[in-house]
């Protein structure tokens, strides 16, 4: 465990990056519990969690635990112990907490929401209410032109009415993302 330590800080301190104030870096490692920590997922964490320690900074670890159809049972739990068998400390997360919680993504689903209120009241977002059929059929034709695929913006200028008599009427949507220079 010290050997994978050691040999990561030496890697870790041939990187310079003399932007980042101390007391600023804040990175984080966000697993799935849909299965068990592989050796890339560990890479990740342990080199987000070198970059924190050299900079003096908090390593975060959140789980992304919003498909809850899919979650393994005891896999949060057992990525915890993982991390920690493999020297890496958790300065925030779901076993300890801290000022940004809460750690699990399924938990913070209130706050997305209150965000994706504010985004769609000073337009910088959008409901879409096209079918997967739809996006399927455009991304088919994108790519039969040679073309890179993309959305077409037809939802982007739904009126207001529109949008409520379809959010009213239960149809699925989708919240965008007003990028570009479309306005």
Known sequence: MKKIILVSRNICSNITFSRYKSDSVRV???PSPTGYLHLGGLRTALYNFLFAKKYNGKFILRIEDTDQTR?????????IKDLEWAGIEVDEGPSMGGSHGPYRQAQRLEIYR???????K????YHCFCTDKRLQLLRKEAVRAQEIPKYDNKCRH?????????LK???PSCIRFKVGFLE
């Not at 209150?114 to 769609?120: A, G, H, W």
């Not at 000073?122 to 977002?125: E, I, P, Q, R």
Request: no cysteine; aromatic share 2%.
């Open 71 to 79: 979650i393994v049972k005891g896999a949060t739990d057992q990525i």
């Open 122 to 125: 000073n337009g910088s977002a």
């Open 158 to 166: 739904l009126s207001s009415e529109d949008v409520m008599t379809r």
């Open 114 to 120: 209150n965000q994706v209120e504010v985004l769609l």
């Open 169 to 171: 009427r239960g149809d």
């Open 28 to 30: 984080r490692f966000a």
